[in-house]
């Protein structure tokens, strides 16, 4: 008997109220969805072509050419499709309704007979489909199509993407499920397993959830075929840069339900994760529970950085030691953030602990936001706690990290990633079971949902971090019992409540205050709590962090920007024991999140005019003026820094 889970509401039933969120879900169908929809088409004048939809043309016998770009291209089309139903789904973006019609046509055209779906092997490479695992990305963009499909029939009722999409998964479940012919193979990159599950459950036909658990069954069980694999594709080989692709980089070192750490490229790994909370959920698989929960721990406690970044090496964009989380080279990618929210998502619906969301908050008001211009169209592929805008340089160690936000990227993954996890937020903020309503952000927001037949609607205004207070306005249409939990951060200082006007004292459980409503209209809880900002200092292995503080208020971290202190940000010290005070929002951000003040000191070595020489340290008193690290690089590009120097 499948076990009942706590589940999202309908990606329609959520508003954001909430000044900052408002803002970024906001631009998604204004700015994100035209200017992406340009760069797919190649009509944006300040991008390099992508050659998106053209690779479609092309295999539909629609133009000449060959396929261009990425090899896994197509993806970019499927997540547009996908952050558009999204917004179809609220009513926004009708106008692009019709344009994604024609091009759901247009990828009905470029599918081949049997159902197989990819631009660049129907083009390319025809005699080459199915043989490159590691490099070919072939179910990995199965996978972003099938996810596109899926919400594209939810929000509309069409179809069309979704027979497309299930013609492939019938021919991916031919080929690949275990009497299959390629029921060996291993996906080099993760993405259809959780695909397939959303499949799934969206169309009711247990065959995809069964290849979903088949493809995470046979990972790691020959920990050498996506080696043996590379070696077979000689001179054909599509990355010859990554030449160290290895088993631990694509998670295929060990069976998931015996990996110990988190390894290998951080999005890889994340996009794994999900599938195997999905198949846990699904199966009630308890070896592959176990080994979610035994992974999250190491992801969260040893290899995640304070802004919810992961993957610490630049080279490979992968996970390297516990505790090695440099804050100059890493990577951090935009699309890990997503996939740890993605995780942290379905591992709180798996368990019903609350502090899985302490690190989707953790990733989203952080990295996830930083990813993306406050303006929407530039974006951070690579997402450092410290830039020295003069040391970013192409052909060094630290090509990779750019000081500003690009506007594309030739390996576009991150924009669309961002859009659409904006674009679908609500399933991040609330969430229901048959008994329960779950408040898993304390984000101003709405909710109109039903629960049982009793339409609920709940209204939260939080000015948390200004005020110390939450409202929720609680209004049920019938007198139906139900409880609802609030998830209470780490960083609430002693909540207490009051239900229309009246203290209570409600029960924590699993990390979320427990409110029994039973009876109809409307009722008020308040909830009053201090929230400081305040130092945080990390664990002690972690070299790269060792005598510093980073300053955080609520679930934000905050940085210092050149513009506001100055070029030099790592000559400064600051005392643990210095006072912040929140100021005035800075100009030009958007949202009302105030920045932080405190006073520190600058040193001077006194070696001025030589490259070294003796010592002679002096202190200058400064004030400094921290923001959130969401918002850096949206004022005048320079310098910034998360992790300061402690005056001890
Ligand atoms: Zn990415």
Known sequence: ??????????????????????????????????????????????????????????????????????????????????????????????????????????????????????????????????????????????????????????????????????????????????????????????????????????????????????????????????????????????????????????????????????????????????????????????????????????????????????????????????????????????????????????????????SYYDVVERALCNTVLAGIAAEGDKYFYVNPLEVWPANCLPGTSMAHVKPVRQPWFACACCPANISRTLASLGQYLYAQDEKSIYVNQLISSTLKTDLHGNAVFLDLRSDLLMQGRLQLRISAAKAQPFTLRIRIPPYLEEPSFRLDGKPISPVIENGYAVIAISREGDQNLEMLSLVNPRWVAANQAVRADSGKIALMFGPYVYCLEETDNGSGLPFLYVSPEAEVLPAPPAEGLPGSLPTLQFHAKRLDSGVEHALYGSPSFRFFDVELKAVPYALWCNRTPGEMLVWLRAAL
């Open 1 to 354: 008997m499948k076990k009942k889970n706590s589940h999202s509401p309908a990606f329609n039933a959520v508003t954001m109220t909430d000044p900052l969120f408002r803002h970024y879900v906001s631009i998604v169908p204004e700015k994100l969805i035209p200017y992406q929809w340009n760069v797919l088409n190649d009509t944006e004048p300040h991008t390099d072509p992508s050659y998106c939809v053209h690779n479609f043309r092309v295999a539909a016998g629609e133009a000449e050419g060959k396929h261009e770009g990425m090899v896994f291209s197509d993806t970019d089309v499927y997540k547009w499709l996908e952050t558009l139903a999204y917004c179809l789904e609220r009513g926004e973006a009708k106008a692009y309704e019709e344009r994604a019609d024609e091009l759901i046509d247009l990828i009905g055209r470029a599918q081949e007979e049997d159902g197989y779906c990819n631009t660049y092997y129907s083009v390319n490479c025809p005699d080459r489909k199915w043989t490159n695992f590691a490099e070919g990305h072939e179910l990995y963009s199965a996978g972003h199509l099938i996810e596109a499909a899926v919400a594209y029939a939810h929000a509309t009722g069409k179809t069309a993407l979704l027979q497309i999409a299930v013609r492939f998964a019938d021919l991916i479940c031919e080929k690949f499920s275990s009497d299959g012919a390629l029921a060996n193979a291993c996906p080099g990159h993760q993405e259809v397993e959780l695909a397939l599950i959303r499949l799934s459950e969206f169309t009711g036909e247990k065959k995809y959830a069964e290849l979903a658990r088949h493809f995470l069954q046979v990972r790691g069980n020959d920990s050498d075929f996506l080696m043996e694999n590379l070696k077979q594709q000689g001179s054909a080989r599509i990355f010859p840069e990554f030449a160290d692709y290895d088993a631990r980089y694509a998670q295929s070192h060990l069976p998931p339900e015996q990996q110990q750490t988190v390894e290998g490229h951080a999005v890889r790994a994340m996009y794994m994760l999900s599938a195997m909370a999905d198949v846990a959920r699904e199966f009630s698989d308890e070896a592959m529970k176990a080994s979610c929960l035994r992974l999250w721990q190491n992801l969260t406690q040893k290899r995640m950085y304070l802004t919810g970044g992961i993957g610490s090496s630049g080279h490979l964009e992968r996970f390297t030691a516990d505790y090695d989380l440099p804050n100059d080279t890493m990577y951090c990618e935009s699309c890990a953030s997503v996939g740890l929210m993605m995780f942290g998502r379905r591992m709180a619906a798996l368990t019903g602990d609350a």
